[in-house]
């Protein structure tokens, strides 16, 4: 059974042109237009007059109809035609509908200059038509924008459904309709940035504001509603104005989707789900034009005409729960916003310039000095900002993290460009937030419960002394590992030959037992797989008794190999030094230094050398989820991550601890005494 306020909504869909009395139009001005019409975008020489504003804007009306009178010769209306916006000449026009106020004296009608146009629908905001373009209503009523070479660059969409007129109604909505006054289409049904009296917004329309005032293409900021309530939102999915919860009250699932939607009246915007779940934002009542408008800023804005024939802002929609500082452009990019005014971030020190002001004003944004590139990842940095939050910190990264690990988390992921931790009392226990774009920063907290610290990622500009720096410290570093291992070989070497000899065992014997020592150790050391002699593989395999299977390499048999040592053990439980972690556990790692270095240069480098090794104990810590990359190692050896790496200086494990005390009282035992 249809209920009578489905009948009502049905009978205001299929009329959308409200009955209102109109006043006489000047001849040339109609209200609409019938099929097989062409409206040519050009000069004072068109049928129709053109009107420059004061800020340059240029309109070419083609409909003109709908006004508000206020005084006995004067109102304003609606047009709708080719506008160009605010240039010294004009060469990008858009087909749109606009506000006009209009003289209405003896029948006679012009458009009064004024400081800017204001447009409420636009066709092709983001693909302007040049001069000579051609708007067309065709004989199977659809309505084209064609540009001069003769591309479509809009369309209606509407060719072959019955379209016999379209008109210019009074309420500011363009629309295509039947003979029977049904509408087909309808320009309220295609929202941009504004919303006029009696326009509805659906659930999946949105409104999305402008680049600028002077760049009608779509922008950053769009806004609709869900049954979350009225969001906002910057770019496509980061919010930043959240209004109400609503509540669907009945259980008619399809009479709850027909009705819901947002809707400008006079005094209020109303949000409806049901017609038992409706929320209203007030509005200021009057008797003067209004309209609403997303604003290129990210604020929602009510503008009116007043007595002094100005349009005024009357009030800011989302100023219930946003302040000026609050919305993500209030100091554009990377800008920090206090009470309303900008400033750029600076380095540690307070004075350093990571950022500099675009157009020499920070209330445009702030830009690097040196733009971040992940080519030159070695060079990224962080900039601390304490007390400072942010628009969106909503759902965090990670969780229970102190400002080390947010940091290492954001300088491995080249994509983030800056990480927040917020914290309440205990900053080892803070919620991590990751940021891939950076919008207003936000001095001061937005909460008295907790602190806030940004971390903003910038580029250091490369210094050749740097480079030669890394590449020195690296050459130090594997330099003094392979005369490590070249020393270690060779004293296993020595060891091998002491023992066989004292063994008394000929000499031929020794180089024998010797040639598979050497070959045995070296191999262990290196990690380099075995080599196993024919005999040997006999023996391990009982003759190739038993195969497993062929493959293109030829056939597996199972065999059995004499364990010495278990090299399938982690590589950290097979070689390191006991000495280094009974030094590091002592806190004497100096002493290592003191007693194989006597350079007096080695010694005023005493803090460095200590930081090397203990980078190198770092990066052998028995849990690889432990161990950094070797990015995060290169920016702590060029001191552009500041912290200093956490070592477990238990690495060293109960097995490998046996094996390294076995190889040092077989070094001590074999070395040669002294005179007897």
Excluded at 384 to 403: C, E, H, I, K
Excluded at 576 to 605: F, G, P, R, S, T
Excluded at 660 to 676: D, E, K
Aim: aromatic share 10%; net charge negative.
């Amino acid at each position: 059974m249809v209920s009578a306020l489905q009948l009502l909504l049905c009978f205001l869909t299929i009329t959308s042109c409200p009955s209102t009395v109109r006043p006489q139009t000047s001849d040339g001005y109609p209200s609409l237009a019938a099929p097989a019409t062409q409206w040519l975008n050009v000069g004072p020489s068109a049928p129709f007059y053109e009107n420059k504003y004061i800020d340059g804007s240029l309109v070419r009306p083609i409909l003109v109809d709908g006004w508000f009178a206020y005084g006995e010769s004067e109102g304003f209306g609606f047009a709708c035609g080719f506008v160009c916006r605010g240039q010294p000449e004009c060469h990008s026009f858009t087909f749109a509908v606009f506000i006009i106020k209009v003289l209405s004296l003896k029948a006679y009608i012009e458009l009064p200059k004024q400081e800017t146009v204001h447009v409420v629908w636009t066709a092709n905001r983001d693909k302007t038509v040049k001069e000579g373009a051609m708007l067309e209503l065709t004989h199977d009523g659809d309505l084209v924008l064609t540009d001069v070479d003769e591309s479509i660059v809009w369309s209606s969409g509407t060719a072959g459904k019955s379209v016999a007129r379209m008109e210019l109604c009074s309420n500011g909505s363009l629309g295509l309709f039947d003979s029977s006054g049904v509408a087909i289409w309808e320009s309220f049904d295609h929202p941009t940035d504004t919303l006029l009296l009696g326009q509805r917004l659906a659930e999946r329309q949105k409104l999305t504001a402008s680049v600028s005032p002077s760049n009608w293409s779509e922008g950053l900021f769009h806004m609709g509603f869900d049954d979350n309530g009225i969001q906002a939102y910057v770019q496509t999915d980061v919010l930043y104005y959240l209004r109400g919860s609503m509540h669907i009250l009945s259980g008619d699932t399809s009479l709850d989707q027909q009705l819901s939607y947002l809707e400008f009246v006079n005094g209020s915007l109303v949000l409806i789900f049901s017609p038992l779940s409706i929320a209203r934002t007030p509005l200021p009542l009057s008797q003067y034009p209004q309209f609403l408008r997303l604003d290129s800023d990210g604020h929602f804005r009510a503008y009116q005409f007043d007595r002094v024939k100005k349009w005024n802002v009357v009030t800011d929609l989302l100023s219930d729960s946003l302040e000026e500082c609050d919305y993500p452009t209030a100091c554009g990019r990377y800008g920090i916003c206090l009470n309303g005014q900008c400033s750029c971030p600076h380095g540690d020190d307070g004075e350093t310039s990571y950022f500099t002001a675009l157009d020499g004003d920070p209330k445009h944004g702030c830009s690097m000095v040196t733009p971040l590139t992940c080519q030159e990842s070695q060079h990224h940095h962080f900039v601390p900002l304490s007390n400072v939050s942010y628009f969106n910190l909503r759902r965090p990264t990670l969780s229970g993290v102190d400002a080390d690990t947010c940091k290492v988390v954001c300088m491995t992921n080249c994509s983030c460009k800056a990480a927040f931790l917020q914290y309440h009392s205990n900053a080892s226990d803070g919620r991590c937030y990751l940021l891939y774009d950076v919008y207003s920063l936000i001095r001061g907290q937005k909460s008295t419960i907790y602190n806030s610290t940004a971390f903003l990622k910038v580029q250091l500009p490369a210094r050749s002394s740097s480079k030669k720096k890394v590449r020195l410290t690296l050459m130090l570093v594997l330099g003094s590992v392979a005369v490590a291992v070249a020393m270690f070989i060779i004293l296993i070497n020595i060891i091998c030959v002491r023992t066989l000899l004292s063994k008394k065992k000929s000499p031929r014997s020794v180089v024998a037992d010797m040639e598979d020592v050497e070959e045995n150790h070296i191999y262990h050391v290196l990690e380099i797989p075995a080599r196993f002699s024919y005999n040997d593989l006999v023996s391990a395999t009982n003759n190739f008794s038993r195969e497993l299977g062929t493959g293109g390499s030829g056939s597996v048999f199972e065999g059995t190999l004499r364990k010495n040592l278990d090299f399938r053990r982690p590589t950290e439980e097979i070689y390191l030094l006991k000495v280094l972690q009974e030094k590091a556990k002592e806190n004497c790692l100096h002493d290592v230094i003191l007693k194989y270095n006597k350079d007096m240069d080695m010694e005023l480098q005493m803090e460095e050398a200590v930081k090397m090794i203990r980078i190198a104990m770092w990066c052998l810590q028995a849990d690889f989820k432990s161990r950094p990359a070797m990015s995060i190692v290169v920016k702590v050896l060029e001191d552009t991550i500041d912290f200093e790496p956490i070592v477990d200086l238990d690495f060293l494990m109960p097995s490998t601890m046996a094996f390294v005390g076995q190889i040092s009282n077989l070094i001590f035992n074999s070395l040669p005494s002294g005179p007897r």
